[in-house]
């Protein structure tokens, strides 16, 4: 926490190349996730933000205090950033990855990124899959976690209030 993040460019789902740091200065958190198209909590995670299944809430690790993160997204309060590295085979992550991510958990308002080298997960290292960290607009690290949702999801509950 209080590391700059390094600059990370992705392809997108829509086939575009996107830099992380055009989030920079725009007066929103961005909550950034770790992820890979084989982590059963990834998929029902997306699937539950998209609005396409409450499977998520029916998990051990789900928490109720999750429910407001949609709004926060849905109203454009918090930028959010879901970067895959490997695909569904554990193969690197590819434009087709996310695309196909995009359409099986379509939402509008969330960046699906690209990561077939790894770079954003060596520097975060998670441990457990998603993992989400907070990120304040000057792009300085402000709630690193190694596994999990939650403590990011917390931070940015309180930088909203």
């Given amino acids: 926490e209080g590391s700059k993040v390094p600059r990370f460019k992705g392809i997108d789902q829509f086939g575009d190349e996107f830099d992380l740091y055009d989030l920079a200065n725009q007066g929103k958190p ?10 059963k909590a ?3 995670f997306s699937a539950w933000r998209s609005y396409m299944s409450d499977d998520a809430k029916q998990q051990k690790w789900w928490k109720r205090k999750f429910e407001g ?5 849905d109203n454009q309060d918090v ?4 970067i895959i590295h490997l695909d569904e085979n554990k193969n ?14 379509p ?9 077939p080298e790894a770079k954003m997960k060596t520097w975060i290292r998670p441990t457990g899959l ?21 403590d990011a ?9």
Avoid: F
Avoid at 30 to 39: F, M, P, Q, Y
Avoid at 94 to 99: A, D, F, N
Avoid at 153 to 161: G, L, M, R, S
């Fill in 30 to 39: 961005i909550l950034l996730e770790i992820g890979s198209g084989t982590a």
């Fill in 42 to 44: 990834c998929k029902d």
């Fill in 69 to 73: 993160i949609r709004d926060l997204i």
């Fill in 79 to 82: 930028y959010w950033v879901h």
């Fill in 92 to 105: 690197p992550a590819t434009s087709e990855t996310v695309r196909s991510w995009y359409e099986s958990y």
């Fill in 107 to 115: 939402h509008d308002k969330i960046i699906l990124l690209a990561d």
């Fill in 130 to 150: 998603p993992c989400m960290v907070l990120i304040d607009d000057n792009m300085i690290l402000q709630q690193h976690a190694l596994r999990g949702i939650e």
């Fill in 153 to 161: 999801i917390d931070a940015a509950y309180k930088v909203i209030d």
